[in-house]
């Protein structure tokens, strides 16, 4: 008979410290809104300053048309199939939208994998972080 370690396919609840370190390691999120057409969601490269999460966007984009000061959700993930191990990262914020003479000089080189200019900048205001990490398994 083998054993199974204590935290071997375990659920647990990140603390905020644990979240800002994880959310500074990933590079692609989702934002998720509220919209006209009901609940939208999309992937964009972000990064994490100030407490505040960050990406681009063009201005003609449904993002940045929706979402200026308005409640969002942005997910941050990562997971192992091999091992059933991952974490996952829930921010919740309002967004606002900022031109780029109007941002931290440290997030004018912020890239972005699609092709295109993405000159409008958008900042997260955090009001609240939650994660969870799950703990796989060691022989699947």
């Given at each position: 008979?083998?054993t199974?370690p204590?935290?071997?396919?375990?659920?647990?609840?990140?603390?905020?410290?644990?979240?800002?370190?994880?959310?500074?390691?990933?590079?692609?999120?989702?934002?998720?809104?509220?919209?006209?057409?009901?609940?939208?969601?999309?992937?964009?490269?972000?990064?994490?300053?100030?407490?505040?999460v960050?990406?681009?966007?063009?201005?003609?984009?449904?993002?940045?048309?929706?979402?200026?000061?308005?409640?969002?959700?942005?997910?941050?993930?990562?997971?192992?199939?091999?091992?059933?191990?991952?974490?996952?990262?829930?921010?919740?914020g309002?967004a606002?939208?900022?031109?780029?003479?109007?941002?931290?000089?440290?997030?004018?080189?912020?890239?972005v994998?699609?092709?295109?200019?993405?000159?409008?900048?958008?900042?997260?205001?955090?009001?609240?972080?939650?994660?969870?990490?799950?703990?796989?398994?060691?022989?699947?």
């Open positions: 008979m083998t199974r204590e935290t071997e396919g375990r659920l647990a609840t990140l603390l905020s410290y644990d979240c800002w370190s994880l959310l500074e390691t990933a590079h692609i999120a989702r934002v998720a809104w509220v919209g006209a057409a009901g609940v939208a969601v999309v992937p964009v490269n972000y990064t994490v300053v100030a407490g505040a960050w990406f681009r966007t063009t201005a003609d984009s449904t993002l940045a048309r929706e979402c200026s000061g308005q409640r969002v959700v942005v997910e941050v993930d990562q997971i192992d199939p091999a091992t059933r191990a991952g974490w996952s990262v829930v921010v919740v309002t606002e939208l900022v031109e780029a003479k109007d941002v931290p000089d440290m997030l004018i080189g912020l890239e994998w699609p092709t295109g200019a993405r000159t409008l900048f958008v900042r997260v205001d955090v009001h609240d972080v939650t994660g969870r990490r799950l703990y796989g398994t060691s022989g699947v």
